[in-house]
């Protein structure tokens, strides 16, 4: 099976940075996909940022100009630099890696965004 490891998260001040990894390992053909989904307690999970296996990025709307993915793919490994935080940044990130044609969620970190 996969297992997808995430690192990077913590407590960090409003207009701080973080830099999340994920590395994905075990039983692995192709990741074509790798993203970052965030989630509050009573809310659905949403696209955080996303990059494929070509380098093609999608970001949401509240982090655009302030995050950016990245991926190094020999490693299957997806980054997520995060700039100029703000409180409602706060959430549990989680990695998403998608095959073909299963795809992998990894257990979550938490980052919190406080003064």
């Known amino acids: 099976q996969v297992q997808l490891v995430e690192s990077g998260g913590g407590l960090v001040q409003p207009g701080g940075s973080l830099r999340l990894s994920c590395a994905a390992s075990g039983n692995i053909f192709h990741i074509y996909v790798m993203g970052w989904y965030r989630q509050n307690p009573g809310k659905q999970r949403e696209l955080v940022a996303r990059i494929t296996d070509g380098g093609s990025t999608n970001y949401a709307d509240s982090v655009k100009g302030r995050f950016a993915i990245s991926r190094d793919n020999a490693k299957n490994t997806v980054f997520l630099q995060m700039n100029n935080l703000k409180p409602e940044d706060t959430a549990v990130y989680y990695c998403?890696?998608?095959?073909?044609?299963?795809?992998?969620w990894g257990q979550g970190t938490q980052v919190t965004v406080s003064s």
């Open positions: 998403h890696a998608q095959g073909s044609p299963l795809g992998y």
